[in-house]
């Protein structure tokens, strides 16, 4: 039985008990924060008694989070959102669970698929390859068997969001491709997708960053909750689809507020 998505930037979707917790020490939290807009923004930043001020509650903000916070959350389910640009197959295949974890191989194996209905050379998918990203060691540490997503739904509009969907099979194929006629054949295969998942926080390397998204959500730290990045390993088997959504689905319309070009 899955437990309550939580929206990390929506504090109705939390639970009670994380409720609780955060009721519990609200006092701390607004102290914490208020103190640290006094440290940021000091009336004397030249001297130095202001050079060695610190933040009193730092110690007891931060053991909350990692002693409570953190442990309360351990058996909960946030939601989390892909932005990409697959095939009518592939979006079925990926609302059915199949999902490619990233790899040099896996992008070669997508290209090879492709070949036929979109006329991508046995050149065109060396030239993709070799300027992946995939093809430096340096990147391919931090991007290869890793799934990324955002903690909150973003317009179809936002510069982080645009190139996403605007080109198929994400930043390890069109991020480094200097060669615009590929680039413009990558943005001719398939469609926008948002790709909407649940997470479990156990065994994910996300639950201090979920914890802090919530406490600043709760304590209403800014007037728009923000939103972090985060990735799993498909290999984990943790990671859910919930629903892959197209044009004409209500979430996908909704979150496509200025159509992009």
């Known amino acids: ?57 730092a110690d007891g ?28 197959h592939e979006a079925q295949a990926m609302e059915n669970g199949v999902l490619v974890s990233s790899s040099k191989a896996s992008l070669r194996q997508r290209l090879e698929n492709l070949s036929k209905e979109f006329q991508l050379s046995d050149k065109n998918i060396e030239a993709i390859c070799e300027a992946s990203p995939l093809s430096n060691e340096q990147q391919r540490k931090v991007r290869s068997h890793r799934f990324f997503m955002v903690s909150k739904p973003l317009p179809l509009d936002d510069s982080g969001v645009r190139p996403l969907i605007k080109f198929w099979g994400g930043e390890v194929a069109y991020f480094w491709l200097k060669d615009e006629r590929l680039k413009q054949k990558l943005a001719a295969v398939g469609a926008p997708r948002i790709v909407e998942c649940n997470v479990p926080v156990r065994g994910n390397k996300l639950a201090y960053r979920a914890a802090t998204n919530i406490v600043e959500t709760f304590c209403k730290v800014s007037q728009v909750p923000s939103a972090f990045d985060f990735h799993v390993s498909p290999k984990e088997g943790s990671l859910k689809i919930l629903k892959v959504h197209s044009e004409g689905d209500p979430v996908f319309d909704e979150l496509n507020l200025e159509r992009p070009q």
Not at 9 to 38: C, F, H, M
Not at 62 to 67: G, Q
């Open 1 to 57: 039985m899955i437990n309550q998505l939580i929206d990390t930037w929506d504090a109705r979707t939390y639970p009670k008990s994380v409720r609780e917790q955060l009721s519990g020490v609200k006092s701390l939290i607004d102290a914490y924060y208020q103190r640290e807009v006094e440290l940021d923004n000091p009336q004397d930043s030249d001297s130095l008694e202001a050079i060695l001020r610190e933040n009193k509650f």
């Open 61 to 88: 903000f931060h053991r909350f989070i990692e002693n409570n916070l953190m442990s309360c959350l351990d058996s909960e389910v946030i939601r989390g959102w892909h932005y990409c640009r697959l095939t009518e």
